[in-house]
């Protein structure tokens, strides 16, 4: 299984971007998805998580600014980020618990992530 994640890029303070994640592979099910963001200097940190029923969580720094969704007829999760302000500059992961068509549990797969660059 793979995570391939798209999106990233330059941004102005108080713009957009559309993050998007598309898992590929032999895959059963996929349950939570999420995002997560890493800054230089600093954790990673969970950004915003939807599970298999689409219940959605977000850190609180980013309530009602990024939407997360997910299509899982194309095994794809995206995150809609607005308002985006330079603290949001970081690289974005995407993680998803899947199962395989071989396998009867569920494994956790990172993507290889997507820079965030949010300035003047």
């Known amino acids: 299984v793979q995570l391939q994640a798209s999106g990233g890029g330059l941004v102005q303070p108080e713009g957009s971007l559309k993050l998007s994640c598309k898992a590929s592979?032999?895959?059963?099910?996929?349950?939570?998805m999420a995002w997560y963001r890493k800054a230089p200097g600093k954790e990673r940190e969970l950004v915003a998580q939807?599970?298999?029923?689409?219940?959605?969580n977000y850190a609180d720094l980013v309530k009602g600014r990024f939407t997360i969704s997910r299509d899982d007829a194309k095994n794809t999760v995206s995150l809609q980020m607005n308002s985006l302000k330079p603290e949001d500059t970081a690289r974005y992961y995407c993680?998803?618990?899947?199962?395989?068509?071989?396998?009867?549990?569920?494994?956790?797969?990172w993507g290889q992530g997507t820079q965030v660059t949010v300035s003047s």
């Open positions: 592979g032999s895959i059963f099910n996929i349950q939570d």
């Open positions: 993680n998803a618990y899947v199962r395989t068509n071989n396998l009867p549990w569920y494994t956790n797969y």
């Open positions: 939807i599970s298999g029923r689409g219940n959605t």
